[in-house]
């Protein structure tokens, strides 16, 4: 990464090239650990005391010594443990909001009592910006959140959070369970951050209890993006590195995974090609269009995707503007020379969202287009607007019979002029069957279409679940519109509402 910057950097026209920073973020562990009392600055020599921290002061040193050896115009940023909005879910504060929803324990190192200086990461990213805007070439500067707390105090206080936002028959501070400490295990990080104060006029704006009031109400409201990572790739585990089986290290095995999967239901759902080279951004997407009802494929690279799209056709492509091999603008070009991908929706992703490359990509055919960052779930409302101009018979946000209506949008179901309550599984099971009226799908067919074939659950959680989706749908005389087929399974009622 450092040559490839420095050749792109040499290449500048002299006034640009004066402009050019490379800002390399890392962290305090590679300064080691603290007593008592004490703050890191800039000036103590390195003393990781782990593998992972001495790779980290490894990077930082070769940053300084290409600024040294080359003058390349580098700064270095060391900051703080972050906290926040879109945390992997195997750290600290992400772990505890989530088990303790989820009624599991919550694990504490040893007796809790490391230190760690606690960063809101949009105070973070406020940093990295006035540095790399305004910090002096070769120079390092301390970011941190003058929040000390110790890890037993940060996991109390979520437990105290929740416990007025979302509260249990009982304390969550009863959830908690003290663990076998990791090896190499810093006593206490805490960074000075006079530097950045001083020089450049940054100052953290969150406390640490504003910052994680906004963080657990974050994940309370927003499990589209960590159901599909608890569910398909961490679920709470301490973890090491990824077994081979990891969908992470085999992309491919996971689209044969899906395909059977499909196949296997006799799914008619659309399917969407996404052809992104960021591997944690493509299984993302691919897992939240999954919970959709979406069937996905992802290649990484744009030949690979020149592939895909001349043997079979999805439904819609959401294709990446740089990507290796071939790029997403000249995918897009090709798709619209020929007769038969003519007419195919795309939405094209970029990391930059300025005009030149909007207008770009729009002209040569994309039909939307999302910057990074983007919300997975403004994405996947251009998916579906996009596919219900592109085929309305199979991508309708209703399902009617009679006068039972079931709308996707709003997960709302109702039958004449009352609201129908159901929980997440009933609704998906009346979705799947209000789609095929008169299919009859035997207990194991709706258990893999509805939980999936790798759920090991008896065939009788079918038959529990029709019975909750019956009762609610049926009040009084009303008909109940799902069939029981004896020895076979279950159908929607295809003369239901006719006369």
């Not at 589209?224 to 992470?248: C, D, F, N, V």
């Not at 094209?348 to 990509?361: D, F, H, I, L, P």
Request: glycine share 8%.
């Amino acid at each position: 990464m450092l040559e490839a910057a420095r050749a792109y950097w040499l290449e500048l026209p002299p006034g640009k090239r004066e402009g050019f920073r490379f800002l390399h973020v890392s962290t305090d562990e590679v300064y080691g650990t603290l007593g008592a009392e004490g703050l890191f600055v800039e000036t103590p020599p390195y003393d990781p005391s782990s593998p992972y921290s001495a790779s980290k002061a490894a990077s930082d040193h070769l940053v300084s010594a290409w600024a040294h050896t080359y003058g390349f115009p580098a700064v270095i940023s060391n900051c703080s443990n972050n906290y926040g909005p879109y945390h992997f879910p195997e750290k600290l504060i992400p772990l505890i909001i989530l088990n303790a929803m989820h009624g599991k324990p919550l694990p504490v190192y040893g007796a809790g009592a490391n230190v760690r200086d606690w960063l809101y990461v949009e105070d973070h990213a406020r940093a990295l910006d006035i540095i790399v805007s305004r910090g002096r070439v070769g120079e390092k500067y301390n970011v941190g959140g003058r929040n000390e707390r110790r890890n037993i105090d940060v996991v109390r206080k979520i437990c105290a959070v929740l416990d007025r936002l979302r509260p249990l028959d009982r304390p969550y501070e009863t959830l908690i369970a003290f663990v076998a400490d990791r090896p190499g295990h810093d006593l206490r990080y805490a960074i000075d951050a006079s530097k950045l104060e001083g020089e450049l006029g940054w100052r953290a704006l969150e406390t640490f209890d504003s910052g994680i009031e906004k963080t657990v109400r974050w994940y309370l409201d927003s499990e589209w993006w960590w159901r599909p990572l608890r569910e398909k790739i961490y679920a709470g585990e301490r973890l090491g590195i990824l077994p081979e089986t990891s969908p992470m290290n085999q992309p491919r095995s996971l689209n044969e995974a899906r395909r059977e999967k499909a196949r296997a239901n006799g799914v008619s759902a659309p399917r969407i090609l996404v052809v992104e080279d960021d591997s944690d951004l493509a299984l993302l997407l691919g897992y939240s269009l999954e919970e959709e009802g979406y069937v996905v494929e992802s290649v990484e690279r744009g030949d690979e995707a020149e592939s895909c799209l001349a043997e079979n056709p999805p439904d819609l492509v959401i294709l990446d503007w740089m990507l290796p091999g071939v790029s997403g603008l000249e995918i897009c070009c090709r798709l619209r020379a020929r007769e038969s991908t003519r007419t195919l929706p795309v939405i094209m992703v970029t990391a930059r969202g300025n005009e030149a490359e909007r207008v770009s990509g729009l002209s040569v055919g994309a039909d939307d287009y999302v910057v990074k960052p983007f919300s997975v779930p403004e994405l996947m409302a251009r998916v579906r607007a996009l596919l219900r101009r592109s085929r309305p018979e199979r991508t309708a946000d209703r399902l009617n019979a009679g006068d039972l209506e079931l709308d996707r949008e709003t997960w709302r179901v109702r039958r004449g002029e009352r609201d129908i309550n159901l929980g997440p599984t009933e609704f998906r099971l009346l979705e799947f069957l209000l789609e095929k009226p008169g299919r009859v799908f035997t207990r194991v067919q709706l258990l893999d279409g509805i939980w999936g074939q790798a759920a090991e659950l008896d065939e009788r959680t079918v038959d529990v679940h029709i019975g909750r989706l019956r009762k609610r749908l049926s009040k009084g005389r009303q008909r109940d519109p799902i069939r029981t087929v004896r020895g076979a399974g279950y159908a929607f009622d295809e003369t239901f509402g006719k006369p």
